[in-house]
């Protein structure tokens, strides 16, 4: 069982930046593929970002490229997204999810790959 554990989240100011990070508690994500979205009220749940840990190949949703980042740390123990110059349309809870090494054929842009979710971080942007 993977427990992912989100922080970052919170009200800032559009124009503005946060950082979320996930974690896998109690262990690494070698070959993990790791991936972010988003879900706003009364709306689907959407691609934000996806990264591979094993060569760091990464995805981005059209809406957030060139404002998001999605990054590893060295240790492959904590996934980040960096994001820039966000925008009320940003406004959602951001979850954090998870698929464990052999990884599936396909892209990884959907929830449907993915076995293991965190609890979720709200992110509010106000105009």
């Known amino acids: 069982q993977v427990q992912l554990v989100e922080s970052g989240g919170g009200l800032v100011q559009a124009g503005g930046s946060l950082r979320l990070s996930c974690a896998a508690s109690g262990r690494t994500l070698r070959g993990y593929a790791m991936g972010w979205f988003r879900q706003a009220p009364g709306k689907p749940r959407e691609f934000v970002a996806r990264?591979?840990?094993?060569?760091?190949?990464?995805a981005y949703a059209d809406s957030v490229k060139e404002r998001f980042t999605i990054s590893r740390d060295g240790a492959k123990t904590t996934v980040y997204l960096q994001m820039n110059s966000l925008s009320p349309e940003d406004t959602a809870v951001y979850y954090c999810?998870?698929?464990?090494?052999?990884?599936?054929?396909?892209?990884?842009?959907?929830?449907?790959?993915?076995?293991?979710w965190g609890q979720g971080t709200q992110v509010t942007v106000s105009s």
């Open positions: 999810a998870a698929d464990t090494p052999p990884l599936r054929a396909g892209d990884y842009l959907t929830p449907l790959y993915y076995d293991y």
């Open positions: 990264i591979y840990l094993n060569g760091g190949s990464t």
